[in-house]
Nanobody, 123 residues
Framework: QVQLVESGGGLVQAGGSLRLSCTAS????????MGWFRQAPGKEREFVAR????????DYSESVKGRFTISRDNAKNTVYLQMNSLKPEDTAVYSC????????????????WGQGTQVTVSS
């Protein structure tokens, strides 16, 4: 079992920045691929970014590429999502997720989830 707790969400104006954190406890953090997903009201959950076990590989959705950066610190059991140039359409609940061996964007393949943190971008 891996327990995940997100933090760092909030209200920000368009063009601003936020950094989300997701801290894990339980199993060895470095054994998990980590992903960030988001879900806006009335919409399906969508992939945002993922990072490999050591952080050597990252991928992003087209909608956030060039604006968001995912990183991890295995010594701190934490994965981050730096979000810059935020847009109102980035408004959603952001959740981190962990999977031991799936490096992909399908949320159903991630075994462990945090509770989510709200990000609201005002225009």
């Amino acid at each position: 079992q891996v327990q995940l707790v997100e933090s760092g969400g909030g209200l920000v104006q368009a063009g601003g920045s936020l950094r989300l954190s997701c801290t894990a406890s339980g199993r060895t953090f470095g054994n998990y691929i980590m992903g960030w997903f988001r879900q806006a009201p009335g919409k399906e959950r969508e992939f945002v970014a993922r990072i490999s076990w050591t952080g050597g590989s990252t991928d992003y959705s087209e909608s956030v590429k060039g604006r968001f950066t995912i990183s991890r610190d295995n010594a701190k059991n934490t994965v981050y999502l730096q979000m810059n140039s935020l847009k109102p359409e980035d408004t959603a609940v952001y959740s981190c997720a962990a999977t031991p061996d799936y490096y992909g964007s399908s949320w159903s393949r991630y075994a462990y989830w945090g509770q989510g943190t709200q990000v609201t971008v005002s225009s």
